[in-house]
């Protein structure tokens, strides 16, 4: 009887390690993703400028296309502007603007030393 809630406990205990490792896991896979605003999918962190007033980082979304501004430090960041690349010129152009107009001019100073994308 109390053998089979020692080994009752410790299934349970294996279980939640299992759950915690896999936890570790996705949030290792996940690591410097962010949910796309559009589609929510996970979209990577292809550049960044940290010469600003703020640093700004850059996530590129394949499907939507896009590629959006995140303003401010990692832990307190802010979508600032979404750009699209311009086909025919080149370089990126200003798509939405999400934040405020201060947040959105440092998107827009940051973003031409973002490579094309795609
Ligand atoms: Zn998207």
Redo the contacts with the bound molecule.
């Keep these: 009887m109390v053998s089979s809630l020692v080994d009752g406990l410790v299934f349970v205990m294996l279980g939640s390690v299992l759950l915690a490792l896999n936890w570790l896991f996705q949030r290792r896979q996940s690591n410097g993703r962010l949910p ?4 929510a ?1 996970l ?1 990577p962190n292809v550049a960044e400028a940290c010469d600003g007033a703020e640093p700004v980082r850059f996530f590129w ?1 394949g ?2 296309m ?1 590629l959006f501004a995140l303003v401010g430090k990692a832990s307190a960041g802010r979508w600032a502007a979404s750009f699209a690349q311009d086909l025919g010129a080149g370089g990126w152009k200003l798509w939405k603007a999400i934040s405020s107009e201060r947040d959105v001019q440092l998107a827009v100073d940051a973003v031409s030393r973002v490579p094309p994308q795609g």
Aim: negative net charge; aromatic residues 0%; hydrophobic residues 20%.
């Design positions: 796309c605003p559009n589609d999918a979209i979304c499907s939507c896009e």
